[in-house]
């Protein structure tokens, strides 16, 4: 089992900037894609970023070129700088992991609303 805690959401103005943490523990020695998933109220989960242990990105287009994923290996943790943020970035954003090749973790999500 994994456990993925995260930190960092809250109420940020349209322009400024959040940065979101997510600390795995427990079974991580295959700890491999960590990233970050959005779920806004009626619509469905969807992909912001990814970084695989070494380091490799993807992005959402809706997020790129304003938002950085970095990740800390000796840490186990994975972090998501969101800059010239949007009212449309107003979502429950959740930790993602994967350990091995096919078990995904979840963590319980942090809202982060961004007021216009």
């Known amino acids: 089992q994994v456990q993925l805690v995260e930190s960092g959401g809250g109420l940020v103005q349209a322009g400024g900037s959040l940065r979101l943490s997510c600390a795995a523990s427990?079974?991580?020695?295959?700890?491999?894609?960590m990233g970050w998933y959005r779920q806004a109220p009626g619509k469905q989960r969807e992909l912001v970023a990814t970084i695989t242990s070494t380091g490799s990105t993807n992005y959402a287009d809706s997020v790129k070129g304003r938002s950085t994923i970095s990740r800390d290996n000796t840490k186990n943790t994975v972090y998501l700088q969101m800059n010239s943020m949007k009212p449309e970035d107003t979502s429950v954003y959740y930790c993602?992991?994967?350990?091995?090749?096919?078990?995904?973790?979840w963590g319980q999500g942090t809202q982060v609303t961004v007021s216009s």
């Open positions: 427990g079974d991580i020695f295959r700890l491999n894609t």
């Open positions: 993602y992991a994967r350990v091995g090749p096919l078990t995904n973790y």
